[in-house]
């Protein structure tokens, strides 16, 4: 049944459950990164120990941050969830620039990541699918646009997911509830299979840090602060189901529970998941892997699962991975959208994106143009390229919404507080000091880093322009 506004518009309903509302946060997080990334970070932190210490800091934060989140959400459960944090901590201007490098920048791009490996992973079942480009669109000086049929599949996958996320939040939420369920058996299955391979080696799992390596200096801790941006954008988009808060039932209770039972969910399969790894692989193995020549199929995970059981267990894996991603995608369309109608409904975006469709009472507009937006930037752009572009800028707003905890607590003292975020103040304290060393290790580390916060402060002008209008 709709709710309706004062003034008579449709709004948003309430359709998801508690089980809905940790499977988006599961489904949202769990996507082609823990089959990918692990290779590339061992090749950089160089031994066993470093490898599940990254991956252990990175459960850590997120933990932290999601159970921060957890008394934010409880307390203000409207539309927008980390941008209405942010409006009411520091300011409308903030809440907007959050909003605005989201929809530029941090949603969109993050979607085209897993767009791109959706469409590497559909060549394992149709080999004519592939990354290599195949046909020119144009050309603006030595910048050179072109189409590959991996990325066309890819779009027509997002465009799919953005027209059927406007047919209602039970659709949406039924896509990601059997998508969240499929990709965790998946998972599973990985870890048991490598875990439990009886030419496994335990031993794998040292030595705890590469040898004469000082891993206190400030070089190795850039280098490892670096390494991380894997893992982070593995555990990434567990604060979407913030976004849909007006759409969750009794969200008070609901919220601060799927933020927390699922992000332990999800760190507990990663971390498994890489002992699995190094279980049957040593750490110069998986190192010599990352450097190979291989099909663009054949990430670490699949490797793992072929050498335990087979071609056919390998290609299995694949079709998981698929339903993963396909299963990140709805989520991330599905949640991101709401950011932008809560932007609108505020007067700081453009008016269109506020909109509700009449009859199922979700921001379809906002859903096509997030969609098409992220097709665009799905043709700019490599799978590497476009995680590093949207780590950094996503670390910076996290630290600032846990940040917003301390202020609100000043601010507004008499606020109703259902749940009180764990072990505060020293806790998110503990989590703005981490997350803000690797914020600054990653803009060192990573060279596409920089324009993700080029982009925020091309915010500021268009929020008082905005501002100016509305006035």
């Known amino acids: 049944m709709s709710t309706k506004s004062v003034s008579g518009k449709t709004e948003l309903i309430k359709g998801l459950g508690p089980f809905s509302a940790t499977c988006m946060v599961v489904g949202s997080m769990i996507g082609s990164g823990i089959f990918i990334v692990s290779a590339d970070m061992a090749s950089q932190v160089k031994s066993p120990g470093m490898l599940l210490l990254a991956w252990l800091v990175t459960g850590f934060v997120t933990i932290i941050a999601a159970l921060s989140y957890g008394e934010l959400a409880a307390a203000m459960p409207n539309a927008g969830g980390q941008y209405v944090y942010l409006r009411e901590a520091f300011g409308p201007m903030w809440g907007y620039l959050y909003g605005w490098t989201l929809f530029f920048v941090i949603q969109t791009g993050t979607i085209a990541a897993v767009a791109v490996a959706f469409g590497k992973f559909l060549n394992g079942f149709f080999p004519q699918l592939t990354m290599d480009p195949r046909w020119h669109l144009f050309s603006i000086a030595r910048w050179s646009v072109d189409v590959s049929q991996g990325q066309l599949a890819a779009i027509v996958a997002l465009l799919v997911l953005g027209i059927a996320n406007c047919y209602g939040i039970r659709w949406g939420a039924a896509i990601q509830n059997l998508t969240t369920v499929g990709k965790t058996i998946g998972l599973l299955g990985l870890i048991l299979l490598a875990v439990f391979y009886s030419r496994g080696d335990w031993s794998h799992l040292t030595p705890m840090k590469p040898a ?231 803009l060192h580390e990573k060279p596409y880093a920089l324009p993700g916060l080029i982009i925020t402060l091309v915010g500021v002008p268009f929020y008082f322009i905005w501002k100016w209008k509305k006035a």
């Open 212 to 442: 004469n390596t000082d891993v206190w200096s400030l070089g190795y801790l850039f280098i490892f602060g670096g390494a991380m941006v894997g893992s982070l954008f593995s555990s990434d988009a567990w604060n979407n189901v913030t976004f849909t808060s007006s759409e969750v039932k009794n969200p008070r209770r609901n919220l601060p529970l799927a933020l927390g039972l699922g992000t332990t969910i999800v760190i507990t399969l990663y971390l498994l998941a890489n002992l699995g790894y190094l279980h049957v692989m040593s750490i110069q193995d998986i190192t010599a892997f990352n450097e190979s020549k291989r099909p663009q199929t054949l990430t670490l995970g699949v490797h793992v699962v072929s050498i335990v059981g087979g071609a056919v267990w390998g290609k299995l894996l694949i079709a998981a991975i698929l339903v993963s991603v396909f299963g990140t995608m709805n989520g991330m369309s599905l949640a991101g959208a709401r950011v932008y109608y809560a932007m609108a409904r505020d007067g700081v975006f453009f008016k269109q994106l506020g909109r509700i469709h009449p009859r199922y009472h979700t921001p379809a507009f906002a859903l096509i143009v997030q969609a098409l937006w992220a097709s665009i930037l799905t043709l700019s752009g490599k799978y590497n390229e476009l995680l590093d572009l949207v780590m950094f800028a996503i670390m910076v707003f996290y630290v600032m919404t846990v940040a917003g905890l301390f202020v609100l607590r000043r601010k507004r003292p008499d606020m109703e507080r259902p749940y009180r975020a764990v072990g505060y103040p020293i806790v998110p304290a503990i989590y703005i000091v981490l997350a803000a060393l690797i914020s600054v290790a990653i």
